[in-house]
């Protein structure tokens, strides 16, 4: 598995817990658990620690950093002779932000611990004073 963190980007061997009582279906909870987040929740071969998806939404924010250097920082401080090695995740960094950025919004407004309860039009808007 790829995973993408804020140091870099690295190849490890992720295994699937097999305890007794785990179920083989919800391995993908065990990547959360973990402070990963999972690019697909059918066998996903690319994670992004919750860290690297935080910096991602600051530098955006603050900096306004495209989603393209970001990227390309990262593969910079993987290899910093040969970055065109790195893998690229790019299109991945994309789905997962866009997906971090809307779970954030919904905790922030309160609407992250009530499944049923949609935000509605407007519910998720930042008003300046």
Not at 118 to 129: M, Q, T, V
């Given at each position: 598995?790829?995973?993408v963190?804020?140091?870099?980007?690295?190849?490890?061997?992720?295994?699937?817990?097999?305890?007794?009582?785990?179920?083989?279906?919800?391995?993908?909870?065990?990547?959360?658990?973990?402070?990963?987040?999972?690019?697909?929740?059918?066998?996903?071969?690319?994670?992004?620690?919750?860290?690297?998806?935080?910096?991602?939404?600051?530098?955006?924010?603050e900096?306004?950093?495209?989603?393209?250097?970001?990227?390309?920082?990262?593969?910079r401080?993987?290899?910093?002779?040969?970055?065109?090695?790195?893998p690229?995740?790019?299109?991945?960094?994309?789905?997962?932000?866009?997906?971090?950025?809307?779970?954030?919004?919904?905790?922030?407004?309160?609407?992250?611990?009530?499944?049923?309860?949609?935000?509605?039009?407007g519910?998720?808007?930042?008003?300046?004073?």
């Amino acid at each position: 598995m790829t995973i993408v963190h804020t140091e870099g980007i690295f190849s490890c061997e992720v295994l699937v817990c097999k305890c007794p009582r785990s179920d083989p279906n919800d391995w993908h909870l065990d990547l959360l658990h973990q402070r990963l987040f999972p690019a697909s929740i059918s066998k996903p071969k690319t994670a992004f620690t919750f860290d690297v998806l935080d910096h991602f939404l600051i530098d955006a924010l603050e900096c306004k950093t495209s989603a393209m250097s970001f990227y390309q920082k990262l593969k910079r401080f993987t290899n910093i002779a040969f970055p065109e090695r790195v893998p690229d995740r790019y299109r991945e960094l994309m789905m997962v932000s866009h997906l971090w950025r809307d779970l954030k919004h919904r905790k922030w407004f309160g609407f992250g611990h009530d499944a049923g309860k949609d935000p509605g039009d407007g519910g998720l808007a930042l008003f300046c004073p």
